[in-house]
């Protein structure tokens, strides 16, 4: 929703109440009473909200248990489910015919879900396909519309030498073929013959001689070929095929019965041609979408879905592609296939542009390898932007429907809902959001949490809250979390069916203790989607890196780029991004701003490059000439006189270099800071409010002054309580707002400012580190510990209650051990007589293993934000006793452990890590404000091999699978009363 200026300052609860959605957050504790206050329980519209990936073992699904699966996820404060059809973790046979995707009982299930997602109120999303990538039965590899690769055949001749025989066929085992898989008859078929005169060596690569290039395609008749090389130097006779990939939609390799999934089994279709597109969207329309189901599909308003691009192939190629070529690239690309030939090791199993070997076979004299290539690369992103992305969200608007979709670059602009996922670095994300920004769209979608924990039971809201925090930090702006798996399957292992073996990411839902809190998170998500979805989005600069497609598509690891760090530690906000953005429409420049309806760049940087397209270079000139300066760092071989020459064009020796000249050309950065941080700023503008989301992306506290371009008032809003405090300290100088804040570890704020004053009913409560009171009085201590049914899907829980004279881990408490549930705790805090009850005061909570709730004097404290388990009881306290209870949940993991659970992920022969877990509970003292989290204190799996999360993943995540270790549980304290600065 767009936040009027009423509901931004919290003046009308009337309107507040009448504007949003009333989901009452679910989990009001066993026996606690919760708060009668009703505005609490207000989340915003379901668009606004967090979903979740739901997976279904295909049709072995029953419409009552998805009623009550919808259910639990509207309850819980998800706006909505994504439909998923995953079996990884499933090792039994299923009969395709009855259970597989597509069959008449999965669509009775879709129809189920949709009348439900009609009920509960929330959106309803739908995988493309049975898995990814998007595969449809009935197509086989040798169908025009199924995933294509580029492979060749060789035969060297001598100077006079004669061939005539059958023409070689590729040697190339198609790409997406591998022992587990049926063996389908893949037949190559032949683009074209040609024979090229060798003119040289070099290195690994032949050189051949683009001039001797003889077309001999019309002189092979029956497969056969006869042809004579000239009397001098050796001679190539290339046969170039295009074949089908024969890639199915199992990941990984693993599928034991390929077939499961659908009959006929689906195979990959080509993404970058017309057919492709077109076969998915008729095999929708005649099979699964009857009347009924386009009714309610168009009543949810939900996003049609499809996964990463995890294509198999030596060389990415379509039948449209020769043609498309010369359109757009102006000539031919047969007599340059030579440079796209590649040895069968160089299979990759993701989108092209990725940065796999540059292996050459051949190159050819005289021809730059690398414009060829670029242009190769442009022509199938544009193919996929265009007859893919641009198709189906066409075809999706025509069901009330949007296309999500995990692409990037051109491709996103296309897209209602482009996504990432945690893989992606910051500088990736914020490309996204660019092309978002660009494309006229509003959200930029997270797969969030994909591994979060390493496998499932590991993570909990706080570490799970961490994850997202830092992918909200690079633009996104709506979490579909990794997952929801279906209660049962054919082989379900208890707690129930786990997708993938309960070896990646987490099975969040009602099986585990924690369900029982996912309101507190949900609600903290809901309200800073709303935020950070209202208005546009703004950044700075943009920075133009000289990037394939595929390298901002698919990053791994978190850091940005040095120069975006460098960006950053200045205070300027910026997006990435690559040249095929610039050739979309609404890529302008007005009044000396790139996209001024979108993110307002002020600047555009222009990363080293030894070449750019002569179409970005033209867009530049354009650029400049109405008014953006244009700063082009180190060496730019291909910077012409045009642009060398123009006013609003600055040539900077080295990245220091190009951000002094930002201020040259009046470019100030929106955010300061009076001291060298980790601080992400991400900024939004809804009318006259700009909203300031500022993560501390590090494991110590940082105490620093914030400057903000503007002057108008400033409140700070508590997300997780629902509340906004003034900041009495904040200073207004030079056309800027000064404001001293304290960041927690690991903390995000989100500031508002307004152009008139904004009126906030509270001071803000900082601690002063003076302790009133602990309770020392024992823990009465109510257990429900769960533990395995009388069948995989049923939950033993038992009951039992305990007296502790003082905290400590469960596991350290003999009657507990390694039990998972639900435990209340309740004790007793006197104040001192002369203690002001009216007065403001923080209740630290100090250390909890698992989430928590509080009530003091059975009134709710809303929500507990995770980080510093400090919170604001005003108003709460009364004199003499006040009763102090917790409630604490906590993940399945020491209960699996305890019944010896390992995952199952994992490929023959793979040895997968031992998860260990950190012991410490805070962060250490000597952690550093400029480094980033580690995040061991939060719970982020410590991998034995290495000591640290594994390389490619955000802090937070670990390698799927392996042996599980013993978490800290419970609450251990201690709890003290802590003045504030307002007491």
């Known amino acids: 929703m767009t936040l009027t200026r009423r509901q931004f300052v919290g003046t009308s609860l009337a309107t507040l109440v009448a504007s949003c959605a009333k989901v009452p957050l679910s989990g009001q504790g066993l026996s606690l009473k919760s708060s009668s206050d009703a505005v609490e329980n207000l989340l915003p519209v379901p668009s606004e909200r967090p979903r979740i990936r739901w997976w279904w073992p295909g049709g072995y699904i029953d419409p009552v248990q998805i009623d009550k699966e919808v259910k639990s996820m509207a309850e819980a404060g998800f706006g909505g489910f994504e439909i998923a059809d995953v079996r990884d973790g499933v090792n039994v046979p299923m009969d395709p015919k009855r259970y597989g995707w597509s069959t008449d009982r999965w669509i009775a299930g879709v129809d189920a879900a949709l009348e439900a997602a009609i009920k509960y109120n929330i959106k309803a999303d739908i995988t493309l396909g049975a898995h990814w990538p998007t595969g449809i039965p009935g197509v086989t590899p040798n169908h025009r519309a199924a995933a294509k690769e580029l492979v060749y055949s060789e035969v060297v001749i001598q100077a006079g030498e004669s061939f005539s025989a059958p023409i070689p066929k590729p040697a190339h085992v198609p790409s997406g073929l591998h022992m587990s898989t049926p063996q389908p008859l893949i037949i190559p078929e032949l683009i074209c013959a040609l024979a090229f005169k060798q003119s040289g060596m070099q290195v690994t690569s032949v050189e051949l001689d683009p001039q001797s290039m003889v077309d001999v395609t019309s002189k092979i008749a029956d497969q056969s070929l006869t042809w004579q090389a000239p009397d001098k130097d050796t001679w190539h006779l290339l046969f170039f095929w295009m074949q089908g990939t024969g890639q199915t939609q199992n990941l990984f390799d693993r599928a034991i019965v390929t077939s499961m999934l659908a009959d006929p089994i689906p195979y990959a279709v080509d993404i970058y041609g017309v057919a492709g597109t077109q076969v998915c969207i008729d095999f929708w329309e005649n099979r699964l979408l009857s009347q009924k189901t386009k009714s309610m599909l168009r009543q949810i308003g939900g996003d049609f879905f499809e996964d990463s691009l995890e294509l198999k192939a030596v060389k990415h190629w379509s039948p449209d592609l020769p043609a498309t070529f010369e359109a757009n690239r102006g000539y031919e690309i047969y007599p340059y296939l030579p440079l796209l030939a590649e040895p069968a090791e160089n299979n990759w199993e993701f989108g092209p542009g990725m940065n796999k070997p540059k292996v050459k076979l051949f190159v050819l004299k005289e021809i730059d390898t690398d414009q060829f290539e670029s242009d190769f690369q442009h022509t199938l992103t544009e193919m996929y932007a265009l007859n893919r992305i641009r198709a189906l969200s066409e075809w999706a608007k025509t069901l009330g429907m949007g296309m999500r979709a995990q692409c990037s670059g051109l491709a996103a602009t296309y897209c209602s809902t482009p996504e990432g996922d945690n893989g992606d670095t910051i500088d990736s994300f914020s490309a996204k959001a660019a092309a978002r920004d660009i494309g006229g769209h509003k959200v930029l979608s997270d797969e969030a949490a994909t591994f979060v924990g390493g496998q499932a039971h590991v993570a909990d809201w706080k570490l799970l809250t961490f994850m997202l925090q830092r992918d909200f930090a690079g633009g996104v702006n709506q979490v579909v979390l990794h997952g929801y798996s279906y209660a049962d399957s054919p082989d379900a292992r208890w707690p ?107 600047a555009l940087l222009v990363m080293p490059a030894m070449q750019y397209a002569n179409a970005t270079l033209k867009r530049l000139v354009d650029y400049v000439e109405n008014g953006l300066p244009v700063i082009f760092i180190g060496q730019q071989p291909s910077l012409t006189p045009e642009l060398s020459a123009h006013e609003n064009v600055k040539q900077a020796m080295d990245f220091t ?128 510990a769960w533990g395995p049914g009388a069948t995989p899907t049923r939950t033993n829980k038992v009951k039992q209650t305990l007296t502790l004279p003082s905290l400590r881990a469960w596991h350290e408490i003999p009657q507990i051990g390694l039990a998972s549930g639900i435990a209340k705790y309740k004790s007793f805090l006197s104040l001192p007589s002369d203690l002001p009850e009216k007065s403001d005061y923080l209740l630290d909570l100090g250390r909890v293993g698992g989430s928590c709730r509080l009530w003091v004097n059975q009134q709710r404290v809303w929500s507990l934000a995770p980080f510093s388990l400090q919170f604001d009881i005003a108003g709460l306290l009364q004199k003499g006793k006040n009763v102090i209870e917790v409630e604490v949940a906590t993940t399945l993991n020491n209960q699996l452990l305890k019944m010896g659970e390992k995952a ?35 719970g982020a799996p410590i991998l034995s091999e290495n000591k640290g999360p594994g390389p490619s993943m955000a802090p937070g995540a670990g390698n799927p699978g392996g042996e599980r270790s013993t978490q800290v549980y419970g609450l251990i304290g201690p709890v003290r009363l802590l003045k504030t600065k307002n007491s």
């Open 904 to 938: 199952i992920f994992g490929l023959p022969g793979m040895t997968m890590p031992t998860a260990a877990f950190s012991e410490l509970w805070q962060p250490q003292v000597d952690a550093s404000p400029v480094q980033p989290p580690k995040g061991e204190y939060l």
């Open 496 to 602: 129930g069916f786990s997708a993938f073996g309960r070896a990646i990411g987490n099975d969040w839902g009602p099986r585990s203790p924690l369900w029982t809190h996912a309101g507190d998170t949900t609600a903290y998500l809901a309200r800073l989607q709303s935020i950070l979805q209202s208005g546009l989005s703004q950044a700075d600069v943009a920075v133009l890196d000289p990037t394939e497609r595929g390298d901002v598509a698919f990053n791994v690891g978190r850091e940005g780029s040095e120069f975006g760090e460098m960006l950053r530690k200045a205070g300027y906000t910026r997006h990435h991004v690559t040249e095929d953005l610039l050739s979309h429409p609404n890529a302008i420049v007005e009044k000396g701003v790139l996209t001024p309806l979108g993110a307002g760049y002020k």
């Open 657 to 784: 270099m190009a951000i002094a000249m930002l201020n040259s050309v009046s470019v100030i950065p929106s955010v300061g800071f009076s001291r060298e941080a980790r601080i992400m700023p991400v900024l939004r503008r809804d009318g006259t409010n700009t909203h300031y989301y500022l993560l501390n992306d590090s494991d110590a506290p940082v105490a620093l002054t914030v400057s903000l371009a503007g002057t108008g008032s400033v409140v700070m809003r508590n997300l997780w309580q629902n509340r906004m405090y003034t900041l009495p300290d904040s200073k207004v100088a030079d056309g800027r707002v000064e404001i001293a804040l304290n960041f927690a570890p690991n903390e995000a704020k989100v500031l508002s400012m307004g152009e008139q004053e904004l009126a906030a009913a509270e001071i803000f409560p900082v601690a002063t580190g003076d302790v009133l009171a602990t309770i020392n009085d024992p823990w009465m201590v109510e257990l429900e």
